[in-house]
């Protein structure tokens, strides 16, 4: 099975038709959709959990160096450090640095926007996008997403984020995601896709 990333619509297009720069516009900003995260008698950020659990993102890696995301998210795949030729920190294609924005972006340090949850604690990551130096953001197999599930897994996450589709129905993937939920009392997130397709991948 090929594992693909969900692209994001790219911000800096007008939706009525023309391009148009809305950085700036968006600086700082709760993004509509955050406040429909919470109940409608909370304000967003306003009350947030004083205890969490460790929230693992399986994506194409994570920019450390980025001014408005918390620099210290952590590689759960013990062979992806800082360094070396798959390092998590590196993100070829910036999806997985895009996604954990949306979760977590600072806020407050005029840049930006902010998160669902600002600044959280605990992050771990997994690269299966742009391994080895690569920029591509198109493909993975469905046995490296596995093994970046246990991962999380073993690093204590309770939280699984995956922004990504696949091309066809795998029974293994899906006893694997279940047996996780029911067994290791995990929370996955997984992205519907963006093809429209009724196929469950």
């Not at 910036?94 to 992050?123: E, R």
């Amino acid at each position: 099975e090929v594992i693909y990333a969900q692209t994001p619509i790219d911000a800096n297009i007008n939706l009525r038709g023309g391009a148009e720069d809305h950085r700036r516009r968006l600086q700082e900003t709760i993004p509509w959709g955050i406040t429909n995260v919470f109940q409608n008698d909370l304000s967003p950020h306003n009350t947030l959990p004083a205890v969490t659990h460790p929230v693992c993102i399986i994506d194409s890696g994570y920019n450390l160096a980025h001014p408005d995301l918390p620099n210290d998210a952590s590689n759960a795949d013990p062979n992806q450090g800082t360094t070396g030729s798959n390092p998590f920190s590196i993100d070829g294609c910036n999806h997985g640095t895009h996604v954990a924005g949306t979760i977590l972006a600072i806020g407050s340090n005029g840049q930006g926007v902010i998160g669902v949850f600002p600044n959280m604690a605990d992050l771990e990551i997994v690269k299966v996008f742009g391994t080895a130096g690569s920029t591509s953001c198109t493909w993975s197999y469905s046995s490296g997403l596995l093994a970046a599930g246990q991962h999380c897994v073993d690093s204590g996450a309770k939280l699984i984020n995956m922004s990504l589709g696949g091309s066809s129905f795998s029974q293994a993937s899906s006893d694997f995601w279940q047996d996780i939920t029911d067994n290791d009392n995990m929370l996955v997130v997984a992205a519907a896709g963006n093809g429209g397709s009724s196929t469950k991948s």
